[in-house]
């Protein structure tokens, strides 16, 4: 690997071998390529999507709850686009949801910053359960503070649920009418709560523009406001000397007779092939792509899939199963208000209480209860499936009566349970499904486990009464929402041992020691918490003791 940095960063040539390559211009493909240019490595990123416009963000126009239904669905086998690959979920209880694109899924996500807490790197020695982290929060801490700077996170310091850190970039949003509404029921249960933090400037930051409150986010932030690695990131690691190929799908990782990687072959937009040649490769394609690549990537050397001498590869998917509870309210709320991210947030039963008849927990997040279709079909639409009801009795004046009821007077508690490690749920090759190119599509093999179900029912049945505490005159439960799969973890995790993990702590693959994994697959557990704080800032530790150790790296 190169060893010094150059004078003037400058892009690599096409076909040129290059220091390092990236699969995925997520939020951790975007954290890597940026901090390996900006010292002096050359790099190329595949991505297989293309950059996001924000002129076509529907979030500006009223019909933006319709066009989300297809276009901007985030399932994409909904969704269908032409850069999407299609996923078998007929044997899956959750649907996954990602996006294709520079930026990956923060185009679409919510925006809630969570960083992971310090027991859920000790779940093994705190709970006897699943398995400790080869590192902990302390170990990330000042990774995660770097971070909070690039994103531009908004936020108020001091929230007990975590040890003390360094202030946010930039102050809290407000939490508005339905967040002082949610306040009111947690005040008078005395249970934790605290301002949402957000992935969402308060103020101009990093080429963000502060956030308009539009509440919009999940559709893409058309102001510029919600933290997208596209603006964060990609544009100083281009600046760096980064190489950006969009519109690369990856059919396979390639190796040479030492078994190490050489680089990968893919595919254009246009359908021709290509192969680009690396010194190290660096996969960030989430929990579902990284180890679709791995098992695609078999050969005589490697007959299970790459760097599966474990036979962990694509096993202990985790997804965190969802549950939500609406509460409707006499007193407007501005419920279609910003931030979509949290308004407020608890930690109230997120630690392990056996008495519960469970392990592990969950954290809640206080969200706005959207426009008219938000508080009548994300969350109104099951409690008519529940009563029988036909499509006339939720229909003309019985939905506008809804409709007027529930709009504007709504918030939603959106309940984020731990997703335990189990090697029954899992990501393999489909026989038969395949991408618009021919290459085999993945199939997912996930069942919600007893735990993840009792977990939700005692969590759904507190946030009942929070709403039932601040006044709520109606409210609405759906249990575990199968379109959830945001958070797609696990599947080929990092472990001291190479017996039983597929990566050690920085990423470095046990079996090609110039393969590496730094995006969600590789995580031991998954928390309670939406996990993009802790992906971005496990990637920065993970490429800094990269840098650091170049000298050393034995490469192709």
């Not at 126009?61 to 399932?75: I, S, T």
């Not at 078999?298 to 997804?319: C, E, I, Q, T």
């Not at 910003?338 to 997040?365: H, I, N």
């Not at 697959?521 to 496990?538: D, E, H, K, L, Y």
Request: with cysteine.
């Amino acid at each position: 690997m190169t060893d010094s940095k150059p004078a003037a960063p400058k892009s690599p040539r096409r076909g040129e071998t290059v220091d390092v390559l990236i699969v995925g211009a997520g939020p951790s493909g975007a954290v890597v390529a940026r901090d390996l240019a900006a010292n002096g490595l050359s790099v190329v990123s595949l991505e297989q999507g293309h950059w996001p416009d924000a002129n076509d963000f529907p979030g500006r126009r009223k019909e933006f709850e319709l066009v989300a239904q297809k276009r901007w669905h985030p399932n994409p086998n909904v969704r269908d686009l032409e850069r999407d690959y299609p996923v078998d979920t007929s044997q899956s209880d959750i649907n996954p949801l990602m996006y294709a694109a520079v930026g990956g899924s923060t185009t679409l996500y919510a925006g809630h910053w969570t960083p992971f807490l310090p027991s859920d790197f000790r779940v093994k020695t705190l709970d006897g359960i699943a398995d400790d982290w080869p590192f902990t929060y302390e170990d990330l801490l000042p990774y995660l503070e770097e971070v909070e700077r690039e994103v531009g996170v908004s936020g108020l310091p001091g929230n007990p649920a975590y040890p003390p850190q360094k202030a946010f970039p930039t102050p809290p949003l407000p939490i508005g009418k339905a967040g002082r509404k949610a306040v009111e029921g947690l005040d008078k249960l005395g249970w934790h709560w605290w301002p949402g933090t957000n992935a969402m400037p308060s103020v101009a930051w990093n080429g963000l523009n502060p956030c308009a409150r539009r509440g919009t986010c999940m559709t893409g932030c058309p102001e510029g406001a919600k933290s997208t690695v596209n603006i964060t990131y990609w544009p100083h690691a281009i600046r760096a000397g980064a190489k950006l190929i969009t519109g690369a799908r990856v059919r396979e990782i390639t190796v040479d007779e030492r078994g190490l990687a050489t680089g990968a072959v893919y595919i254009d937009a246009n359908g021709r092939e290509h192969r680009q040649n690396a010194r190290v490769v660096i996969l960030c394609a989430n929990g579902i792509g990284t180890p679709r690549l791995l098992l695609l990537s078999k050969s005589k050397r490697f007959p299970d899939g790459l760097a599966n001498s474990s036979g962990m590869v694509g096993k202990r998917l985790m997804m965190h199963p969802f549950s939500a509870v609406l509460g409707v309210f006499e007193e407007e709320l501005d419920g279609w208000r910003g931030p979509f991210g949290q308004l407020v947030e608890s930690f109230q039963f997120y630690e392990t209480d056996e008495k519960r008849g469970f392990m592990r927990g969950a954290k809640w997040g206080a969200m706005p209860g959207g426009g008219p279709l938000g508080v009548t079909s994300f969350v109104g639409s099951r409690i008519f499936e529940e009563k029988g009801a036909t499509v006339e009795d939720v229909w003309g004046e019985t939905l506008h009566k809804l409709v007027d009821r529930r709009f504007n007077h709504s918030l939603v508690y959106g309940i984020i349970g731990e997703d335990l490690p189990e090697e029954s749920n899992q990501v393999v090759l489909d026989p038969s499904l395949t991408d618009s190119d021919g290459i085999p599509a993945p199939k997912l093999i996930y069942k919600v486990s007893q735990n993840s179900h009792d977990m939700l029912r005692f969590h759904v049945d507190r946030c009942l009464e929070a709403v039932n505490a601040s006044g709520a005159k109606e409210t609405v439960v759906v249990h575990q929402v199968r379109d959830t799969g945001w958070h797609l973890l696990g599947t080929a995790r990092m472990g001291d041992d190479p017996r039983t993990s597929v990566v050690n702590q920085w990423g470095q693959a046990h079996d090609v020691p110039n393969l590496y994994l730094m995006d969600a697959s590789t995580f031991p557990t998954s928390g309670g918490v939406n996990p993009t704080a802790t992906i971005m800032s496990v990637a920065l530790r993970q490429v800094r003791h990269l840098v650091a150790e170049r000298r050393n790296q034995e490469a192709a």
